[in-house]
């Protein structure tokens, strides 16, 4: 079994990568973890115009609970970004982050109102544990969204174009080889039916590549 997925991850480096489509997504995955039972969910953004804040509602599914840690923000951040999170919950959080216009312990005054940097990857990491394994991620609910635009500093309401268990590239809420098979086959132009391209990108870089591929492989060799 392991040669084979050896095998596969060895051929997946000889394929070409696939670009993401050019628009606006917000996709919520639940990453895998250390163990079965401490996971993270992983809230992502691809953006076509610049956002200095947000704010949204994560409601888990059965199955899952938070763990009462506050959401870390990405290496997307400015660092006068802040973020604040009210667990209502095991099952449901609302998080706020903006750039303030004061930071650090002293709160230099700073020009406030800067926009995440890049244009695509994670936005931040929330922890979660798993209280069922039968847990199905595509229950995952965000709601209430909402993002700052930087030009005019007025909401801009989005989407979630993409939720469920990280790598699950056939959606069908568990980790199997054929995910890893499903990868290289969009990276070939015959992705089958059901295919998440946004669950195959375990890496976050909003850009489908072999290596996506081989890290599903080495989740499933652990």
């Known amino acids: 079994m392991k040669k084979a997925l050896l095998l596969m991850a060895l051929f997946a480096g000889s394929l070409l990568s696939a ?9 919520a995955f639940v990453k895998l973890g250390e163990t ?3 996971k993270q969910l992983s809230v992502r953004l691809k953006n076509a115009v610049e956002y200095t804040a ?4 994560l409601t888990l599914p059965t199955g899952l609970k938070f763990t009462g840690d506050a959401p870390v923000l990405s290496a997307r951040k400015d660092a006068t970004h802040q973020v604040f999170c009210n667990k209502i919950d095991d099952q449901n959080m609302k998080v706020v982050v903006f750039s303030s216009d004061k930071i650090g312990a002293e709160e230099t005054p700073t020009k406030g109102n800067l926009a995440f940097t890049d244009t695509k990857g994670e936005l931040f990491l929330v922890n979660v544990t798993v209280t069922d394994e039968a847990y199905v991620a595509k229950d995952i609910a965000v ?3 909402e993002f700052v635009k930087k030009a005019d500093l007025k909401g801009a309401e989005l989407a979630v174009t ?3 268990k990280l790598g699950d590239a056939d959606g069908n809420n568990s980790l199997t080889p054929y995910d890893a098979t499903c990868v290289l086959l969009d990276l070939v132009d015959s992705a089958p039916t059901g295919y998440v391209k946004e669950a195959a990108d375990m890496d976050a870089n909003e850009n489908i590549t072999p290596y996506d591929a081989t890290l ?3 989740e499933l060799v652990k």
Do not use: C
């Not at 670009?19 to 996709?27: P, Y």
């Not at 947000?54 to 509602?57: D, G, L, R």
């Open 216 to 218: 599903i492989l080495l």
């Open 36 to 38: 079965s039972a401490q």
């Open 162 to 164: 993409a939720k469920g």
């Open 54 to 57: 947000f704010q949204m509602k």
């Open 19 to 27: 670009n993401a489509q050019d628009a606006d997504h917000l996709t």
């Open 143 to 145: 709601s209430e969204v």
